[in-house]
């Protein structure tokens, strides 16, 4: 029943039976594995994880392993966190305080385990301000038509803003940003979306990656349950977000949604890139690559 199972099922429907036989996974990875083509040039990070939501802690894990399975750790040209600037009442002070170390803990401690980036300081936006905007604006001004920065947009706009307005204008034709919800974009402290479309960034926008990508926690059992322990850390930032007592909507739920962002880069961008990637995508890229590096 199994193998009629895994062969016949569409995409996302045999997980069930993932683990059986040597030929079912063969086959599950035929059916979902995500094709690897990334655009020209380099890829920025921006996240906030800071503000009341905490899916960044997840989001992070994610993006951070996805670049390093795709083989593209080197293409990522900066990466910050809690780029939330101006705390709202609903986080507190200490609860705040607590993000920072969190989301500095998710860059690290992935970028560590998973290895590959070395050469990057993954950078706290609103605790080192002066060196994040700094960092960004060098990523800006690097840019070029064949070497273009992609900017993920993961948080409020701020830092992007920032970073534009200290970087050279005739740079800004070769800086796109990407964005999924307009929760980011209007977010801003200091900064509108308009105002930093003003600068002359290219739009790139893809549709709400929640949908598929804020899904029951035990659709990621498969990461809990997993023998690696580079799969499990994975697994626990995206838990440490659901037993927040921030806020309450991420109660049973394991949201990566910021990824969605880095997968769609991964997968082609505007020439073709993934817009609604799903648990299974993000599974296979991470599996592929854990079990090539035992
Ligand atoms: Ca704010
Ligand atoms: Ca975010
Ligand atoms: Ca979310």
Redesign the pocket.
């Known amino acids: 029943m199994r193998w009629s199972g895994i062969i016949f099922a569409p995409v996302g429907k045999g997980k069930t039976v993932q683990g059986t036989s040597f030929l079912s996974v063969s086959v599950l990875k035929e059916l979902s594995a995500p094709t690897i083509k990334p655009p020209l040039g380099r890829i920025a990070i921006v996240a906030d994880g800071n503000s009341p939501?905490p899916?960044d802690l997840g989001g992070t894990a994610v993006s951070i392993a996805m670049l390093r399975a795709s083989g593209l750790e080197n293409r990522l040209a900066h990466y910050s966190h809690s780029c939330d600037l101006e705390r709202v009442e609903r986080i507190s002070e200490a609860a705040e305080k607590e993000r920072h170390a969190l989301m500095q803990s998710s860059c690290d401690v992935t970028a560590r385990r998973w290895g590959g980036f070395d050469e990057l300081t993954f950078y706290d936006a609103k605790w080192q301000q002066d060196e994040t905007v700094k960092d960004l604006r060098n990523a800006i001004n690097a840019s070029t038509a064949k070497d273009p920065l992609w900017i993920v947009e993961a948080g409020e706009p701020d830092i992007i803003g920032l970073a534009l307005d200290a970087s050279s204008k005739d740079k800004h034709q070769y800086v796109k940003v990407i964005t999924h919800h307009p929760a980011n974009d209007d977010a801003g402290d200091f900064y509108t979306w308009q105002q930093i479309l003003d600068f002359g960034v290219e739009e790139v926008r893809i549709p709400d990656q929640?949908i598929n990508l804020?899904v029951d926690i035990a659709e990621w059992d498969w990461a809990k349950n997993h023998p690696e322990p580079r799969i499990q850390w994975i697994w626990l930032q995206g838990k440490i977000a659901e037993v927040d007592d921030v806020v309450r909507f991420q109660k049973g739920k394991w949201?990566c949604?910021d990824a969605g962002m880095v997968l769609y880069w991964i997968t082609g961008a505007t020439n073709g890139g993934l817009k609604q990637g799903t648990v299974e995508s993000v599974k296979t890229l991470l599996l592929d690559f854990v079990n090539s590096t035992k």
Do not use: H
Request: hydrophobic share 0%; net charge negative.
């Open positions: 939501d899916d929640n804020k949201d949604s």
